[in-house]
Structures are given as structure tokens and as C-alpha cells.
């Protein structure tokens, strides 16, 4: 929370619904029993999540009653028992016990919302992992992550990020147990990303801190991006731009100098990126 207390939150993507169990009643036979522990436990989580879906019986009452009455079939018996049956359910729901669960989202989201931070964190860890299916960052994604973000300074040189890197995965590695493998998880990420947000943003608190360099390494990313792609735009629009006869095969005359042929210069790119750009021109219709 935002008072720094702890809150565990558990999620069961496929919980089991079943209130009995396998028992052993003979030698080798199994028989299915009722489970009391689960029928309470099980049977509670249902009905209040059923009540936290749709609290307000007072609102289907309402709503029934002005469906009936668009209908135009809405008589005074058919009113009462309308009402009769909302007034069944309230107290049916009156008799129930108090509800033991809590809706967190969305009806805390503004207490909550200082946590999307770590989901933007572990894009940035995901984004430099390199090799997909990996689930540790290696020395050179990180000192990736340092590069393009431009997080290196007078403060902060890529040896003593090199140095942040070993201290920080050792000690996690020696947490978690992962003394066979080696690579920076997300939870060692976390805590070198909260390292160099203490250092970067020493006059804010924590929070601030954080989802300051995070804002920074997103626009850093985002600027490379685009001027990436703005080079590549850069090679392909000269020869998107010829007009339709000029044309750079050199077996075909150009239109100008019908008298002379003209041979296209010399690519400057490596054998492999000018196979490339020749195909892309030719699936383009250029050649």
C-alpha cells in the first residue's frame, strides 16, 4: 500500500470446485466422501462471489419491474408478485452471513495504481532479454539496458554498472537458490532498477523515484526507436521517390539518353543487406 504495509494477494487460475475427496474405505478401494473442510470453505467463496457480482437486489427488482412495464402487461397482481419475489430474495439475502470477501479492483484501482509500475519495469526487463523463452537477463542485455537508456554518467560508468550486475545477481542467486544458473531474474532487475532510480532521483521519494526513470528509459527507447526508423526510411524513399522510367537496372537505357546506357553505381552495403534490399525493391515492383 501506499503506508509501505504488505498486502498478499493470491490468484487461482483454475481452482478446484469439488467438496469431496478420494477416501480408502477397503484395501485398494477408493470411494468418494464429502469433505466438510471444503464444502464450508468452497461453498462460502462461491456465494460471496455470486453476492459481489451483484450486490444490489434492490436494482433487479427495478429493473424487472420496468421491463414488465415497457412490456405494457404489467397488471397490479403481476406487480405484487414481482415485488413478492424481490422481497423473497432480500430476505434470503438478509439471512445470509456477512460477506467474508473484498472486492479490490476495480473498486480500489487509485490505491493499486502505484503497482502498474512493476508491470512497466518488467517490460523493460522483457524487452532486453534477447533470447526468447529466456527468464534471466545476461551481461550484455544488461549493459544494453544501460547503453540505450543513456543511464551511463560521471556517476554511473558501464564498469560500475558491470560491478551492479554481478553483486546484485550473485546475492539473488544465492537467495533463490539458482547456484546452477546464471543470468539476472526479474526480482534482481527490480532491485538494481530501484538502485539506480536512488541515485538518479535522490531528491524524491521512492515511488516518484521509480516511475521517474521509468518515464526516462521509456522516452530514451522511444527516441531510438524512432530514429531507427527514420533511417531506414532514409534508404528506401531515394528509390521509391525515381519517377517510373528511371529505373536502376542497368540493362535498360535511360529515358533521357536514349543514345547512351547508363550503369547503376556501386551498392555500398555488405553482399547480404544488398540481397536484401534488392528483394524488397523487387517485391515493391521497383525491380
Known amino acids: 500500500m501506499k503506508n509501505m504495509k504488505p498486502v498478499l494477494l493470491e490468484v487461482n487460475a483454475n481452482p478446484s470446485m469439488r467438496i ?24 462460502a467463496v462461491i456465494r460471496d462471489t455470486l453476492r459481489l457480482v451483484d450486490p444490489g437486489l434492490k436494482r433487479n427488482i427495478h429493473s424487472r419491474s420496468a421491463t414488465a412495464g415497457k412490456s405494457g402487461e404489467t397488471g397490479e397482481e403481476e406487480e405484487e408478485e414481482i415485488w413478492e419475489a424481490g422481497e423473497a430474495e432480500a430476505s434470503t439475502e438478509h439471512n445470509l452471513p456477512p460477506i467474508c470477501l473484498k472486492q479490490v479492483f476495480p473498486k480500489y484501482a487509485k490505491q493499486f495504481s502505484h503497482l502498474l509500475v512493476v508491470e512497466q519495469v518488467a517490460a523493460l526487463f522483457i524487452r532486453f532479454l534477447g533470447i526468447k523463452g529466456t527468464m534471466k537477463l545476461g551481461p550484455t542485455g544488461f549493459r544494453t539496458f544501460i547503453r540505450n537508456c543513456k543511464l551511463c554518467n560521471s556517476n554511473l560508468t558501464m564498469a560500475s554498472a558491470d560491478i551492479l550486475y554481478i553483486d546484485i545477481t550473485r546475492r539473488w542467486n544465492l537467495v533463490g537458490g539458482d547456484r546452477g544458473e546464471t543470468g539476472m531474474c526479474l526480482q534482481a532487475f527490480m532491485d538494481a532498477f530501484l538502485y539506480l532510480a536512488e541515485r538518479k532521483y535522490r531528491s524524491l521519494p521512492l515511488c516518484a523515484q521509480v516511475q521517474a526513470l521509468v518515464d526516462f528509459c521509456q522516452a530514451q527507447l522511444e527516441a531510438t526507436d524512432e530514429k531507427r526508423l527514420g533511417s531506414v526510411c532514409g534508404i528506401t524513399e531515394p528509390v521509391t521517390s525515381h519517377p517510373e522510367g528511371a529505373r536502376s537496372d542497368p540493362a535498360i537505357r535511360s529515358p533521357i539518353n536514349r543514345g547512351t546506357t547508363k550503369t547503376a553505381p556501386a551498392s555500398p552495403l555488405p553482399p547480404a543487406r544488398n540481397r536484401q534490399f534488392v528483394n524488397g525493391l523487387s517485391s515493391q515492383g521497383i525491380l
Do not use: I, L, M, R
Not at 469431496?20 to 470453505?41: C, I, K, L, N, T
Open 20 to 43: 469431496d475427496h478420494e477416501q480408502e474405505v477397503a484395501p485398494g478401494v477408493f470411494e468418494a466422501v464429502p469433505s466438510p473442510v471444503d464444502e464450508e470453505v468452497k461453498v
